[in-house]
């Protein structure tokens, strides 16, 4: 008889019970597995060691005193790439479902861990271990919810499977890479996305219905360059609203707290990120951390056009304004909010001085929140590169 190891005595927690992480847990799934043995030091909202981590997955840390790096992280390259021929019902051009399939097809992994939704609920999260395009191609489109990817690991261990390519988001990276070496894989590859803002189901309902005109219809949405939020309707109509104008007294709350807290909107632990946030309006932003990463993007390059990453604009003074008008939950009114986008849109920050804005605008936002809410976790938190970020800013009490 095989003698088990000593995460596979450990018991997954049941569904709803309290997590180790209390209300600061994202649902990442751990502890609905065994692995739930290595929570104290796995977990990104108890045991922040980006610094440490990123060495483990790129050989080095990100260097603080290259401005690209303590933005994005440890990075050899970055692009902007949209698909000469983009998926249907992709939640952009459908670049993380190529990568995926091409890597099933070319036999580089027997599994994708990616998410698709349940038959009744188009945004309630289900993930699974994809073995097929089509069932990568089911997992397509966000979900714009906590989704516990990490729940099948203990699938993946039991399958056998040496080959494996995990998509997720950042806090679920984090706490897979802290359990890496405990998974009895041969090669574990990371398909990133950013993420920010996300919420729980029931959230993203009082979201929808605070801020659409038809919440029911909506089959995707996303926070766009040009400062507006724009859902997708079921019949293909577009409807777009300003973000000054978003209800943020009845939003407030509507945020997950693990979201609130988070640091590592840009995926610091993926070999291979895929957002958009860097990119012009339209285009994907993709960003390749390692050697890792470039094999993955390599295998889609000829379904691609691409061009290098462009920066314009100034950022600061608007997130200077962001910070008391957020803090104060400020909504203006439709028309003014209007007003206020198509100038911002016209003057404003674009490419990558786009998403140094946002990502400005959550560290301060996130680092209020934890030093209000959570102050004994302030300092070791908070990892050093965002602390540089908040502090070029002036932030109330
Ligand atoms: P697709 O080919 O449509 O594939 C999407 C993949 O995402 C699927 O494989 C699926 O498994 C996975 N996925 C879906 N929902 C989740 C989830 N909840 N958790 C983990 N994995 C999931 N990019 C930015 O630049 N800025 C942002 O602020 C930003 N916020 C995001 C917030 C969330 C909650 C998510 C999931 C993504 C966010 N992204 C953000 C990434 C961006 O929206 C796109 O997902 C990315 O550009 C890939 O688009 P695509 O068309 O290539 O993906
Ligand atoms: Fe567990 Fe993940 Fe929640 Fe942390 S975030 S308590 S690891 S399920």
Redesign the pocket.
């Known amino acids: 008889m095989t003698s088990l190891s000593p995460h596979q005595k450990a018991k997954a927690l049941k569904p709803g019970s309290r997590r180790p992480a209390k209300e600061l847990c994202s649902e990442c799934g751990l502890c609905d597995t065994y692995y739930i043995h290595y929570v104290k030091e796995a977990c990104a909202f108890i045991n922040q060691q980006i610094g440490e981590l990123e060495a483990q997955a790129h050989t080095r840390s990100r260097h603080l005193d290259n401005p690209d790096e303590l933005y994005f992280g440890v990075h050899q390259d970055m692009i902007a790439a949209r698909k000469q021929q983009p998926?249907e019902g992709?939640?952009?051009?459908?670049?993380?479902?190529?990568i995926?399939i091409e890597m099933l097809n070319r036999g580089l992994v027997e599994g994708v861990v990616?998410?698709?939704n349940t038959k009744e609920d188009r945004f309630q999260?289900m993930p699974i271990i994809a073995r097929t395009p089509e069932e990568?191609l089911a997992?397509?489109?966000?979900?714009?919810?906590?989704?516990p990817?990490l729940s099948i690991l203990e699938q993946v261990e039991q399958s056998g499977m040496k080959r494996l390519l995990v998509?997720?988001?950042g806090c679920?990276i984090q706490a897979l890479r802290a359990v890496e070496k405990q998974l009895g894989l041969e090669k574990l590859y990371v398909l990133g996305?950013?993420?920010?803002?996300?919420v729980t189901r029931a959230g993203l309902q009082k979201f929808l219905e605070t801020t659409s005109r038809s919440p029911e219809t909506v089959v995707h949405y996303?926070?766009m360059q040009d400062f507006r939020v724009h859902f997708k309707h079921e019949d293909g109509s577009i409807e777009t609203v300003p973000f000054f104008g978003l209800k943020t007294n009845q939003l407030k709350d509507v945020f997950a707290p693990s979201c609130m807290s988070c640091f590592d909107?840009v995926n610091s632990l993926a070999d291979l990120v895929?957002?958009?946030?860097?990119a012009p309006f339209g285009w994907?932003?993709i960003v390749v951390r390692n050697d890792t990463g470039k094999e993955m993007l390599d295998l889609v390059k000829d379904q691609l056009d691409t061009q290098p990453v462009m920066s314009q604009g100034d950022r600061k003074e608007a997130v200077q304004q962001s910070i008391p008008a957020y803090d104060k939950a400020v909504t203006l009114p439709m028309w003014a909010a209007k007003l206020m986008g198509v100038v911002i849109e016209r003057i404003g920050p674009k490419g990558l001085e786009y998403?140094r804005f946002?990502i400005d605008s959550h560290f301060t936002r996130n680092y209020l929140y934890v030093k209000r809410n959570h102050p004994e976790k302030l300092e070791a938190h908070v990892p050093e590169y965002a602390k540089r970020i908040v502090g070029q800013y002036k932030l109330p009490d």
């Not at 997992?139 to 989704?147: D, G, I, Q």
């Not at 996305?193 to 996300?198: K, L």
């Not at 895929?274 to 860097?278: E, N, P, S, T």
């Open positions: 998926i992709a939640q952009w051009t459908g670049i993380v479902s190529s995926a990616c998410v698709q999260p990568i997992a397509r489109v966000n979900k714009p919810t906590l989704s990817n998509i997720g988001v679920q996305t950013p993420c920010v803002d996300n996303e926070f909107y895929v957002g958009y946030m860097g994907q932003w998403a946002s």
